[in-house]
């Protein structure tokens, strides 16, 4: 009688290779490590953060940075460095929101266009392009501005213009596995459409769409920043870095800090981000690996 | 219409690709019948309608493919007019398949038990968790270790192993016949013939009749009870095992008889001149008489009709009909 090939020791082996892979390339390690700052700092923000972040107190507006605080203090004298610390979480949950939106609405209108392919294809495909005809950002801005600026429609907007990506790639996955062999053994076994397309099309399209999700949170990050920079994302007194950044505009001479600090801060997270897509993407890319 | 199988009878069954070259006649008329319990082996050339008769008997030809014409009359139902949502019932419940490469058939990513699983959970209803005591007996019934198998993923499987998996998933559900499409060709010799032993035994204990397409001579002397021969999507012999090896009477059976090595044969293999005729343009009248020896003048005009010379053995071809004729008027 044949036997049962053991696997386990081939699974180990290929994630030492793994963890060589990563700890090999220096850049990416870098990258690892901000984003385990950025993640410790939002998961731990309340104990950090020695002020309250919307607490206003005139009598310290726009002090240099010092000891007492960090990062100096801004027009309505709230401490920077805890505001700084806070937007972290703010960041945080914008990024996860969206991926899960727009990594969703992505997945299921590619799929449902590549599985069932016709017409159905050419109506999806297309209104994808013209969400894609866009520039994204100006897209986002109308949103933003159409539904109101606030946190939750802030995320709304950047799902929306995002999702178009995933849409792309989880089709071309999915045209490739509707043609396997394995799917006409479970028609002929008497499987539907929908259990077909949701039980074994989609967790075949999930791997490509997940690696392009973490190669795109950095750009999430940016889109929120700009859409608060220009006033049409989350509104103060809510300390979103982009916002951060438009509030110190008036004194960027004189009180250069106001900026300056949520500013190096969104550039070394979105470094992060794009450091280790570019990473996992080259660990994940097979002619790379050896 | 008086039914020739009490099972599943196939009648003028036409099916044609709309490509860019143009349309493939794929099946141009297959007959085709089946009593219950009764082991039938569908034999010809690459590129016949084997499969393709296979796939429009469980109604899966996908675009471009289409379904002309014709009766796929199984268990009383012509299943050429039933609605997708019936057919999906009746598929992998009242019918199932297996495929020539079982490993690319299994869901890579999903455990053997949990798709054996699916099928049983959906004739019977059930959640896929109840149906493992199933499963279990299922494995063990193909000649497996159900224990070891059935949290296995595809790829920790040989192919012979996989083969029986398949074979499990499509009696799980106790259908009244299995399809098997060239369930061997991807397997080596060895494998084969416990494969071959496996459907066997198991369509005695099931009482389930047997589809098995083959171009292999040797499988259907063995295996088969009666045989259909096709040509170039048409169907050309049918008879009993016996009967055919015995006294082919086709031109084109005789050929494929002619060109099969057996053990003591000493004579010179001989391979039947020409080539498959390109379905897009195919030869009129009878697909065969360009390659024929025995053409006629009536072969290049008509289609020869399918039709019965001896009880039980049935003939598209006019030189049978034309030795009648010609033995009536002498």
Redo the contacts between chains.
């Keep these: 009688m044949e036997k049962t090939v053991k696997v386990s020791k081939p699974f180990m082996d290929d994630l030492k290779h793994t963890v060589f892979l990563w700890r090999k390339s220096r850049l990416t390690m870098i990258g690892s490590a901000i984003i385990l700052i950025f993640l410790l700092m939002a998961a731990f923000a309340p104990l950090i953060a020695p002020y309250d972040p919307v607490h206003q107190d005139l009598q310290i507006k726009l002090q240099a940075p010092s000891w007492q605080h960090l990062f100096g203090t801004d027009q309505f004298g709230r401490d920077i460095f805890s505001r700084v610390i806070i937007g972290s979480r703010i960041a945080l949950w914008i990024i996860f929101l969206v991926s899960v939106i727009s990594g969703s609405i992505g997945i299921i209108v590619g799929v449902t266009a590549g599985y069932f392919g016709g017409i159905v294809d050419e109506v999806l495909m297309r209104i994808t392009d013209m969400f894609l005809a866009f520039p994204s950002l100006v897209l986002a801005m109308a949103f933003a501005a159409m539904l109101g600026p606030n946190l939750t429609n802030t995320i709304i907007a950047i799902s929306v213009v995002t999702w178009t990506t995933y849409a792309r790639l989880s089709r071309a996955e999915a045209i490739k596995v509707k043609s396997q062999p394995y799917i006409e053994a479970i028609r002929a076994a008497g499987g539907g459409n929908l259990r077909i397309m949701f039980l074994h099309v989609l967790p075949m399209c999930i791997s490509p769409v997940l690696v392009q999700l973490t190669l795109r949170m950095g750009t999430i990050i940016l889109t929120a920043a700009s859409l608060g920079f220009l006033g049409l994302g989350v509104q103060p007194p809510t300390p979103e870095w982009g916002a951060m950044v438009s509030d110190g505009r008036n004194y960027l001479i004189d009180q250069w800090w106001i900026s300056t600090f949520p500013g190096i801060f969104i550039a070394f997270v979105v470094l992060g981000f794009n450091l280790l897509g570019d990473g996992i993407r080259d660990m994940l890319d097979p002619r790379l690996r050896r | 219409m008086e039914l020739r199988g009490k099972l599943l009878d196939v009648s003028n069954l036409k099916v044609s690709f709309y490509t860019y070259r143009g349309v493939v006649k794929a099946l141009n008329g297959v007959e085709l019948w089946m009593d219950s319990g009764e082991r039938l082996g569908v034999v010809g050339e690459t590129g016949c309608g084997k499969s393709v008769t296979s796939l429009a008997v469980?109604r899966?030809i996908e675009?471009p493919g289409e379904i002309q014409e014709g009766k796929i009359i199984f268990n009383g139902k012509n299943l050429v007019e039933l609605s997708e949502e019936k057919m999906?019932?009746?598929?992998?419940?009242e019918m199932?398949?297996?495929?020539q490469?079982p490993r690319?058939?299994?869901?890579?990513?999903?455990k053997v038990g949990y798709q054996i699983g699916?099928?049983i959970a959906?004739?019977k209803k059930i959640k896929i968790k109840n149906t493992y005591p199933e499963v279990k007996d299922m494995l063990r019934l193909v000649?497996l270790?159900p224990e070891?198998?059935i949290n296995?993923y595809p790829?920790?499987?040989?192919g012979?192993?996989s083969q029986r998996v398949?074979i499990g998933?499509?009696l799980a559900t106790h259908p009244k016949l299995l399809i098997a499409d060239e369930p061997t060709s991807a397997l080596d010799v060895t494998i084969q013939a416990q494969i071959l032993e496996l459907l066997d035994e198991l369509a005695r204990k099931m009482g389930n009749a047997v589809m098995l397409i083959t171009h292999d001579m040797g499988v259907v002397a063995e295996f088969c009870d009666k045989v259909l021969v096709m040509y170039a999507g048409n169907s050309v012999e049918y008879a009993s095992t016996a009967r055919l090896f015995e006294k082919p009477l086709h031109p084109y059976t005789g050929g494929l008889l002619q060109a099969v090595p057996r053990v003591g044969r000493t004579d010179e293999l001989k391979a039947i001149k020409g080539t498959v005729p390109d379905l897009v343009n195919p030869p009129s009248g009878c697909r065969f008489h360009p390659r024929c020896p025995h053409a006629m003048d009536i072969c290049k005009l008509e289609r020869p009709p399918f039709v019965e010379i001896e009880p039980d053995h049935y003939v598209a071809c006019y030189l049978f009909k034309g030795k009648n004729e010609v033995r009536e008027d002498g």
């Excluded at chain 2, 999906?88 to 419940?93: A, D």
Aim: aromatic share 2%; hydrophobic share 40%; proline share 3%.
């Design positions: 469980m899966l675009q999906n019932n009746i598929r992998g419940v199932s398949m297996i495929f490469e690319s058939s299994l869901n890579p990513v999903m699916e099928a959906k004739s000649g270790d070891r198998v296995s790829h920790e499987l040989s012979g192993m398949m998933m499509g």
